[in-house]
């Protein structure tokens, strides 16, 4: 599937979305050969409040994925 067939199925569901009372909407996509493909729409301040909220859960769940420790030197 070529990237402007990925990026039509994203504006499209964005489209059903928005027609379904969605007003703030960001959506990523990405895969192995180097896709990288954003879209947005709604009021900048929600969608930045979306991207950072999603960007602080990724991060916290990513944590629990992890072996974290800590340790004391001297």
């Known amino acids: 599937m070529t990237d402007e067939v990925i990026m039509a199925k994203i504006a499209s569901f964005i489209q059903d979305l928005k027609d379904e009372g969605i007003e703030d909407v960001v959506i ?24 950072m909220t999603s960007l602080v859960n990724i991060m916290f ?14």
């Open 61 to 74: 769940d990513s944590m629990t994925k992890i072996n974290v420790g800590v340790n004391e030197d001297g």
């Open 28 to 51: 990523s996509a990405g895969n192995e050969e180097g896709f990288l493909g954003i879209q947005y729409d709604g009021d900048p301040r929600a969608i930045v409040y979306l991207a």
